[in-house]
């Protein structure tokens, strides 16, 4: 869904392992320009041994909270795998993986998303594109929380991921006279395809995926800040 091209100013926002900043790196071959941010510092540490471990080369790492990011910095495309719950990776039956779940942990997770989700559509370039994603199926760290950071930021608009055109481009299209582009990729792909099932929320357009014998619960949202 990032789409992230060789050459692009990417940001890996909370980066940590780094499965994904190695991914990234992997699908740009190395030639675009990724930074990845990481606030603890054992985990920073982990972080850059696992970059150097996959040969994901010329990747500073950011040892800083991405919630005070410099506003100097701007980005084509960022990466927000926000800390969350993890309410999507319960398993049934199992109460361990219960364990820390409460109404405290939500309410933290809540805000520090908020935060994150604040400074990520701030950092963007005009044009520039987010994936917003957590390990939850809560509306309160999904589309609550995306939805209040689109109210705030204006000149930022959701690109949908089911199928459908956001109302900016199926604007222009009548005007045009034409078909609206249709947002595609590996994953709206895969549940046009019936391989990857999504259930319903409240900000259509962005994919909350249920947990199952295939999958651990997530959540996924696409977001463009206007030219």
């Known amino acids: 869904v990032l789409g992230a091209q060789v050459g692009e100013d990417i940001l890996d926002m909370c980066a940590a392992p780094g499965g994904k900043t190695t991914q990234i790196a992997a699908l740009t071959q190395g030639q675009a320009h990724l930074t990845a941010c990481e606030m603890s510092i054992p985990r920073a540490e982990k972080l850059e041994a696992n970059l150097h471990r996959q040969g994901a080369k010329n990747v ?48 933290k997770c809540a805000r520090s998303q908020r935060a994150l989700l604040d400074r990520a559509m701030g950092a ?82 962005t994919l909350t995926i249920p947990s199952s014998r295939e999958f651990e619960g997530f959540y996924i949202a696409l977001i463009r800040k206007r030219s």
């Open 124 to 205: 963007l370039k005009p044009g520039g594109t987010l994936v917003y994603s957590t390990c939850s199926i809560l509306p309160q760290e999904n589309e609550d929380a995306l939805q209040e950071a689109l109210d705030k930021h204006m000149d930022c608009e959701l690109i949908p991921l089911d199928g459908t055109p956001n109302e900016s481009e199926a604007r222009r299209a009548q005007e045009a006279g034409e078909e609206p582009h249709i947002e595609s990729n590996a994953l709206t792909e895969a549940i046009a395809a019936g391989q990857v099932s999504a259930i319903a929320n409240g900000l259509p357009g």
């Open 60 to 107: 500073p790492v950011m040892r800083i909270d991405a919630r005070e990011l410099d506003e100097f910095f701007r980005f084509d495309r960022i990466l927000l795998d926000a800390p969350c719950t993890g309410t999507g990776t319960v398993i049934s039956g199992n109460e361990k993986s219960l364990r820390g779940l409460t109404e405290q942990l939500l309410s």
